[in-house]
């Protein structure tokens, strides 16, 4: 089943001659729970396209459906409700909201999609992550490691139909690096969430189902696993 599908998006900044075409007709598919990573050199449009595909920045021109749903058909209000009800974000410098604790920021997507907060979901979470000494702690009083753990349990407390990673594993030490990228693997792979991984990491690369790699704004390489280990 297709869960995401990316249609000739383009996306330009500025004009004239000082104008920076991000992306250029970029079109592809992705499968429900199929891990997407997505690479290429900075400045190649890879970031740019992640904010796309996750309804923070809209495209130029082209069109995003999740699960059949043109998200950018979507009236303002509407899409930020979609957005935190379907995608989950997380990214290299963690995005933690500095005034609320552990728990209320792993619990303010749900308050975001119109529902109500999920204490027992959110102890179960807190668990999984193994920052269960740490939910009443703001943000400030955590290592990189343990605020990117809030930040995955941020992104998957919603069940999302999307996981969208920036870099997750960028701003980390290699065992943090590690037990991150296991974390997203596990909703991948035991909950059936589909991911997408931005990264400049082999490491992170070679775990995937695919890889798409993006330079000037182009697809110019899409293997599956299976093509590669084929080659």
């Not at 249609?7 to 900044?13: D, L, M, P, Q, R």
């Not at 009083?141 to 998957?156: F, H, M, N």
């Not at 997750?168 to 991984?197: C, E, F, Y």
Request: charged share 20%.
């Amino acid at each position: 089943m297709e869960m995401l599908r990316v249609e000739n998006v383009s996306k330009t900044y500025g004009l004239g001659s000082g104008a920076v075409h991000a992306l250029q007709n970029v079109s592809f598919s992705v499968r429900q729970g199929e891990f997407v990573a997505i690479v290429g050199s900075s400045g190649s449009g890879k970031s740019t396209l992640l904010h796309i595909l996750g309804g923070v920045d809209k495209p130029g021109e082209g069109k995003v459906y999740i699960n059949g749903e043109d998200i950018y058909a979507m009236d303002d209000k509407t899409l930020a409700a979609f957005r935190c009800r379907s995608i989950g974000m997380v990214y290299q410098f963690f995005n933690l909201i500095p005034v609320l604790n552990v728990e209320e920021n792993i619990g303010f997507p749900m308050l975001m999609a119109g529902g109500s907060i999920n204490h027992e979901k959110i102890k179960e979470l807190l668990v999984k992550l193994n920052i269960k000494d740490k939910a009443l702690h703001m943000p400030n009083q955590l290592s990189g490691g343990q605020q990117q753990r809030v930040a995955v349990g941020r992104a998957i407390v919603n069940d999302p139909l999307l996981i969208l990673a920036d870099e997750p594993t960028g701003n980390l030490d290699a065992k943090n690096g590690r037990d991150i990228l296991n974390l997203l693997w596990q909703s991948n792979s035991k909950n059936g969430h589909t991911l997408i991984i931005i990264t400049h990491s082999q490491a992170v690369a070679a775990a995937a189902d695919r890889i798409i790699q993006i330079e000037d704004g182009k697809i110019v390489k899409d293997t599956s696993l299976e093509e590669a280990t084929r080659s």
